[in-house]
């Protein structure tokens, strides 16, 4: 029977793992280069309702191409964890992202809600080559201001784009430099519509 591989990281071989899965232990690495995947299989939504259905909704830019804005997003925020992670292993880290649906302008002007922001990664050693520990699956979501709170925010220079590129350093610094990784806040009601 053939292997389901939609899920698969490029060259994804977990041949070479040497940290158990489940443990709480922080690598003691420095992240060395990564690599950011936006599969082109991730349906796009342009549409401006409250909550259109898609992998990928973002209007923090002008309309372009969604997958390398997102792309870009993620390298920043992973050139700023870079510079605060400094352990002794060199690493590469391998993203893909799975979901990034961020808030239609609808959404945006009036009630908010949420960032959903999910993808998984692995880290391999640049010496070997091999993985180091198993690819890891990561909700990411940041809570999204709406109405007079969004607009306050812009006022400022907090724009959404700026807003997820310094959470997304956030997770990724938390991933490697605290025990246990990243633990998304409890984001309650919008989060549990957010989930269905």
């Given at each position: 029977?053939?292997?389901?591989?939609?899920?698969?990281?490029?060259?994804?071989?977990?041949?070479?793992?040497?940290?158990?899965?489940?443990?709480?232990?922080?690598?003691?690495?420095?992240?060395?280069?990564?690599?950011?995947?936006?599969?082109?299989?991730?349906?796009?939504?342009?549409?401006?309702?409250?909550?259109?259905?898609?992998?990928?909704?973002?209007?923090?830019?002008?309309?372009g191409d969604?997958?390398?804005?997102?792309?870009?997003?993620?390298?920043?925020?992973?050139?700023?964890?870079?510079?605060?992670?400094?352990g002794a292993?060199?690493?590469?880290?391998?993203?893909?992202?799975?979901?990034?649906?961020?808030?239609?302008?609808?959404?945006?002007?009036?009630?908010?809600?949420?960032?959903?922001?999910?993808?998984?990664?692995?880290?391999?050693?640049?010496?070997?080559?091999?993985?180091?520990?198993?690819?890891?699956?990561?909700?990411?979501?940041?809570?999204?201001?709406?109405?007079?709170?969004?607009?306050?925010?812009?006022?400022?220079?907090?724009?959404?784009?700026?807003?997820?590129?310094?959470?997304?350093?956030?997770?990724?610094?938390?991933?490697?430099?605290?025990?246990?990784?990243?633990?998304?806040?409890?984001?309650?009601?919008?989060?549990?519509?957010?989930?269905l």
């Amino acid at each position: 029977m053939p292997t389901a591989t939609r899920w698969a990281m490029p060259d994804d071989t977990m041949l070479g793992s040497d940290i158990p899965q489940g443990t709480a232990t922080v690598p003691n690495v420095r992240i060395d280069s990564f690599t950011v995947n936006v599969p082109k299989s991730l349906k796009v939504n342009e549409r401006n309702l409250y909550y259109p259905i898609g992998d990928i909704v973002w209007r923090g830019e002008p309309r372009g191409d969604r997958y390398a804005q997102i792309k870009a997003m993620f390298d920043a925020g992973l050139r700023t964890a870079a510079t605060r992670i400094d352990g002794a292993r060199p690493v590469r880290l391998d993203v893909q992202v799975t979901r990034f649906h961020a808030l239609s302008e609808k959404a945006r002007y009036t009630v908010g809600g949420i960032h959903d922001i999910d993808f998984r990664y692995r880290l391999v050693d640049v010496e070997t080559g091999l993985p180091i520990g198993p690819t890891k699956e990561i909700n990411a979501d940041l809570k999204a201001l709406g109405g007079q709170a969004a607009m306050a925010a812009e006022g400022r220079g907090e724009t959404q784009k700026a807003r997820i590129i310094a959470h997304l350093a956030r997770v990724f610094y938390e991933e490697l430099m605290v025990p246990g990784g990243h633990v998304t806040a409890n984001l309650g009601l919008l989060q549990a519509i957010n989930d269905l």
